[in-house]
């Protein structure tokens, strides 16, 4: 019995299928050469399937081990991205806040001088938190987000960063841990923390921005910039991404009177990497010039520079000044690369440890002063710890110049 005939229309073509097999009609040559080639390839692909059931093929096991490895990869990427835009904060903050603590500053008459934040970033009871908060002879007490107060001990004060450890006895504490990626401006973050003393306070904004100078403080670092409300109390505390990771410890907020939901964190990378530095007794180890040098008044603004950084003083024992750098030159350059801020400055000499060479570039007036000359000096790098506090210049200015 010959099949019964179907058609169907696609486009001006119709299909009729009769005992003869598939006749087209009225269709164009390339449809049918598409047929064609279609009806091949499908041939093709099912030949290595029936070759396959007949002579497997053995995969050799680096190769699958490969193949698993770039899919954890991945999954770990699209886990990390899927909370990052699924915000749960009541969640996050009931995971965060046992490992956020209160902090208070007490004097020898039990009256409280001061209040911070802080949050513990190892089990066996350190605590992170500003320099601000706990500088000073006061003691320490630490208050757990179930009420519970203990006393802490300084490990580390280091005003450099604004960065401070504390240690409290006890082990097994609750811990949070710093984000593995810088975040990205207009991801979500939480702040916890002691805002005006009212413990476990939480504020929700975005990173506003990122690689913002710092002019509350004589070092200029790269800071975090929040919309996120931080208030007197939150010094110390953490921001949180979505899942749960540090991306900046809270630090200081725009003051000005006109401003409003700007404020800014120390990142956890600047942390971290200070940490990495630390040397009992000697605190964290930087590579230090012993000199002080300030931006150009109208780059402090915003603008453009181009001129590089005036060197305003030289310590005489400084590895600066031994190298021949002194007050009034300007310097342009870092192993051949531009530095034109402060911040680039400070950037390019975290890069190296003290005792490494570097090159310096300056410009500087000759000895008539009726032209520029531009010269390169070798340095080896000195050590600022808390052991070389004396190697500051002495002539700068700490409403201006920064500290290298």
């Known amino acids: 019995m010959f099949p019964q005939r179907r058609e169907s229309k696609a486009g001006n073509c119709a299909l009729r299928e009769n005992g003869e097999g598939i006749a087209v009609k009225g269709a164009p040559r390339r449809f049918a050469s598409m047929v064609l080639a279609t009806v091949l390839m499908l041939t093709a692909l099912t030949q290595p399937a029936a070759a396959a059931a007949t002579a497997p093929v053995i995969t050799p096991p680096a190769m699958i081990e490969a193949r698993l490895n770039a899919l954890e990869e991945r999954l770990t990427q699209l886990e990390r991205a ?13 995971d965060a806040a046992p490992a956020v603590v209160s902090l208070y500053l007490v004097d020898g008459r039990d009256q409280v001088q001061s209040q911070g934040t802080g949050f513990i970033i190892e089990s066996s009871g350190l605590i992170l938190t500003n320099a601000h908060v706990v500088e000073g002879d006061d003691n320490i007490k630490v208050k757990f987000n179930d009420g519970a107060v203990i006393d802490a001990d300084r490990v580390l004060v280091d005003p450099f960063l604004d960065m401070a450890v504390l240690d409290i006895e006890g082990d097994d504490y609750p811990t949070l841990e710093f984000a593995a990626a810088k975040p990205k401006v207009g991801e979500s973050v939480v702040v916890i923390g002691n805002a005006w003393g009212y413990s476990n306070s939480v504020t929700v904004g975005i990173v506003s921005g990122i690689d913002r ?36 410890m809270a630090t200081w907020t725009e003051l000005k009177d006109e401003t409003d939901s700007i404020a800014f964190g120390i990142p956890s990378d600047q942390i971290q990497a200070a940490l990495d530095r630390y040397v009992s007794g000697r605190g964290i180890v930087r590579p230090w010039l012993g000199i002080s040098s300030r931006e150009p008044h109208w780059s402090r603004a915003g603008l453009p520079n181009e001129y590089g950084l005036l060197v305003t003083g030289a310590h005489v024992l400084g590895a600066g000044a031994k190298s021949g750098i ?4 300007w310097i342009t350059h870092v192993n051949g690369k531009p530095v034109n801020y402060l911040m680039e400055l400070r950037q390019a000499l975290e890069q190296f440890d003290p005792g490494d060479t570097i090159t310096i570039t300056i410009d500087r007036e000759n000895e008539a002063g009726t032209e520029w000359e531009t010269a390169t000096v070798k340095v080896r790098l000195g050590e600022y710890s808390v052991k070389v506090d004396a190697l500051v210049p002495w002539e700068y200015d700490p409403d201006t110049d920064d500290l290298f």
């Not at 835009?85 to 996050?92: D, K, M």
């Not at 004589?218 to 991306?247: C, F, K, M």
């Open 213 to 248: 100078p710092d002019p509350y403080h004589y070092w200029h670092y790269p800071s975090l910039q929040t919309d996120a409300a931080i208030n007197h109390g939150n010094s110390g505390g953490p921001l949180l991404n979505a899942r749960g990771e540090v991306v900046a």
């Open 326 to 329: 002194r007050r009034g030159d």
């Open 82 to 94: 899927l909370q990052l835009s699924t915000f749960n904060v009541v969640g996050l903050v009931e």
